[in-house]
């Protein structure tokens, strides 16, 4: 059974850095992307892809809103990724999924990913 989790949300005061993780198992073949979106509490928006990463070779893809502030990474070896957000703003306030995606492709496109987390909350607050 494929199972995606992710978690490391948390309560921060501006300024602050939160790292998330994301962890898988139970996938036959090897993903081919893994991807970090938000969606913000009461909002009808489809979830914002703000960071991506090609797992074979390291490319990577970040929104502008969170450009030199989050660093995508992953370990291989502990079937892990991680997001390390620096610098967080009141506006980063959100629920935070990850997702692994199938096919061969980079995007930060929501639909394109084919397993999710469950969602951690991140809340930036004074």
């Known amino acids: 059974q494929v199972r995606v989790m992710d978690s490391g949300g948390g309560l921060v005061q501006p300024g602050g850095s939160l790292r998330l993780s994301c962890t898988t198992s139970?996938?036959?073949?090897?993903?081919?992307?893994i991807g970090w979106f938000r969606q913000a509490p009461g909002s009808e928006r489809a979830r914002e892809g703000i960071?991506?990463?090609?797992?074979?070779?390291?490319?990577?893809y970040y929104a502008d809103s969170v450009k030199g502030r989050f660093t995508i990474a992953r370990d291989n070896a502990k079937n892990t990724g991680y997001l390390q957000m620096n610098s967080l703003k009141l506006e980063d306030t959100a629920v935070y999924y990850c997702?692994?995606?199938?096919?061969?492709?980079?995007?930060?496109?929501?639909?394109?990913?084919?397993?999710w987390g469950q969602g951690t909350q991140v809340t930036v607050s004074s």
């Open positions: 960071s991506c990463m090609n797992v074979k070779d390291g490319t990577t």
């Open positions: 997702a692994a995606k199938a096919n061969v492709g980079l995007t930060a496109m929501p639909g394109r990913y084919d397993y």
């Open positions: 139970g996938f036959r073949s090897p993903y081919t992307a």
